[in-house]
């Protein structure tokens, strides 16, 4: 009986199966047999139906894959990740790619599905970085405040609470120049870089539009606590163009989200319940309610807005995206997808179960999805993409 080695099945074959493959997992894991099964199957997918977000789970220690879980299906699939270990941060995701923090000054985005990597300027780079030096034990970083004041940071404190968020204009597949755009913790500043940038600037007009950033019509938009808007045009990198929208006081909660849905801007305030857990003496901190507005382009005002209809939103430490429930069969509209973003600079050691869930606007239900294991770094959305 003769055997046969499927590797070498004719490439006109392999290509045949590919296009009928009916799902993206099943495609990754065709591409995952052998060279002449990914060299059938180029990373263009437009047979494939839109893939729904999937939600990536915090890992144990011992492991290099990472799970990813799809909460339309229920499916689980974990990808060898080495790069998304426990000594990098993952400090956003945009467009299919993750951001991604070292210890060293290194921050690179890269495909989960591909692993395919696009290096950023480092943390070393900014501006307000005045010195790094590897070898000063726990003072790695000398950094200077817009007070011209003098402080250090040491490898893991830069990693876990210099950047809040990262977000990219653009897929960098698709978009040979794009910006990248960094929301900092300690004074709210907001910084880009262009690709193929060696530094970041800062943009010092924008300075306490720290809530949240997206890229939307041509520029980035950050929001402050009370709902003001920051429009900064960095095209001309030398000089960006800032205008403001500023808003009376109307807007409440504890989080606010700049949502682009299909050409509305929304903003997202998000209401969180603060309690202590007597038992292990830890603070515990639940999503209770979303509020949802509008922006009123021409009276330069945010409308609150009552139902989404088919828009699903997707919130969390993600560039904020919607997408319509009517693409993905059994998806329902007017509903928030959330996970926690909300809790501080300890990535190594989180206490208690993670508030993720996804939030009904029409009755204010929660639906609690599993994410597992706790006490490890925090869920994030991905939007699953070859390219």
Not at 32 to 39: F, P, T
Request: net charge negative; proline share 5%; hydrophobic share 35%.
């Amino acid at each position: 009986m003769s055997t046969v080695d499927w590797s070498d099945l004719p490439p006109e074959l392999l290509q045949t199966i590919a296009t009928n493959l009916q799902t993206l997992a099943d495609y990754i894991r065709f591409r995952a047999v052998c060279q002449n099964w990914l060299a059938a199957a180029p990373i263009t997918t437009r047979h494939l139906p839109r893939e729904f977000p999937w939600l990536m789970l915090p890992l144990s220690r011992s492991s290099n894959r990472r799970g990813f879980f799809n909460p339309l299906t229920k499916n689980l699939h974990r990808l060898i990740l080495p790069e998304a270990s426990h000594s990098r941060r993952r400090a956003g995701s945009s467009h299919g790619w993750l951001i991604l923090i070292d210890e060293s000054p290194s921050i690179f985005l890269i495909n989960p599905l591909t692993r395919g990597k696009i290096t950023l300027p480092p943390l070393s780079s900014f501006p307000n970085v005045t010195r790094f030096d590897f070898y000063s034990v726990g003072r790695e970083y000398t950094l200077r405040s817009p007070e011209n004041e003098v402080y250090y940071c040491n490898l893991r404190g830069m990693r876990d609470s210099f950047i809040k968020k990262v977000i990219v204009s653009h897929n960098p597949r698709h978009e040979s120049e794009f910006f990248a755009f960094a929301i900092l913790n300690r004074y709210e500043n907001l910084a880009y870089c262009k690709s193929g940038d060696s530094s970041w600037k800062i943009i010092d007009q924008a300075r306490r539009y720290s809530e949240d950033v997206i890229y939307f019509s041509g520029a980035v938009y950050a929001v402050d606590k009370i709902g003001s808007i920051a429009i900064c045009d960095v095209n001309d990198c030398d000089q960006p163009t800032v205008k403001f929208i500023n808003m009376v006081q109307q807007i409440g909660g504890d989080m606010q989200y700049l949502v682009d849905a299909m050409g509305d801007l929304l903003l997202v305030s998000r209401y969180i319940e603060f309690g202590i857990d007597i038992e292990h003496y830890i603070e515990v901190c639940k999503t209770v309610k979303f509020c949802v507005f509008r922006l009123n382009w021409s009276a330069r005002e945010w409308e609150s807005v009552t139902s989404l209809k088919d828009k699903v939103l997707f919130l969390g430490g993600n560039s904020s995206f919607a997408v319509l429930a009517s693409d993905y069969p059994g998806c329902e509209g007017n509903r928030i997808y959330y996970t926690d973003d909300y809790s501080g600079g300890n990535y190594d050691g989180i206490a208690g179960d993670h508030d993720v869930g996804v939030y009904n606007l029409a009755d204010g239900s929660v639906e609690v999805l599993p994410c597992y294991p706790q006490n490890s770094h925090w869920p994030i959305w991905v939007t699953p993409s070859l390219c």
